[in-house]
Each structure stands twice: as C-alpha cells, then as structure tokens.
C-alpha cells in the first residue's frame, strides 16, 4: 500500500480548488517503498517511463505493485486505487548522485 497523506504540502499548490496528488509525489512515494522492501535505504532508481491514467486525490487508498527486476535491474510498476489503474511505468536503479562509477 501506499500512503500521501491528506495534509500533503503539494496538495496546497496542485490544485487549491481540486487536490490532486502530483505524479512526482505518486512516482517518489513508489520508488522509496520498493526501496524500502529491498533494503535500500535511500531510493536511487531513474524514471525508465510513467504513465499515469487518472488523478489521485487526497485520502485515496493506493495498491503498490511491482515485478521482479528485469536482468538490467529496471523494475516495472503498476499503482491502483479501487480496483482501477493509476499509472505504470518502470525504474531504473541508477548510482547515487555524488559517486563516481570508476
């Protein structure tokens, strides 16, 4: 499951008359909860593709879910409200910013 709290700050500015919870937050919120479940720590995935087929609003209940990863470690994505598609995409872990590959 995934949790955006109603008293998100995004929801202030996105929109004021009809919340919506921002596809930064829905894909940030996903990629530090497969993080979580893999012993991350910190996520450190590159968006490899979203889509994201109706808004979420404050409150709603949203279903995680994801496949194993893929030989290059991309992992695909689906989030659900209600029995209804939210988004998909995949990740793509990516070294942490800072680090140098060599």
Do not use: Y
């Not at 894909?27 to 979580?36: G, L, S």
């Not at 470690?73 to 598609?85: C, H, M, N, R, W």
């Amino acid at each position: 499951m995934l949790e955006i709290p109603a008293d998100h700050p995004a929801f202030a500015g996105h929109f004021p008359d009809h919340p919506i919870v921002p596809g930064v937050v829905l894909v940030d919120a996903a990629a530090r909860a497969i993080a979580a479940a893999f012993g991350l720590g910190e996520p450190c995935w590159q968006i490899g593709s979203v889509k994201f087929v109706r808004p979420v609003g404050p409150g709603e209940a949203l279903r995680l879910s994801w496949k194993a990863p893929a030989a290059s470690g991309a992992i695909a994505l689906s989030i659900d409200t209600a029995g209804q598609p939210v988004a998909s995409g995949t990740l793509t872990p990516r070294p942490p910013v800072g680090r140098d590959s060599a």
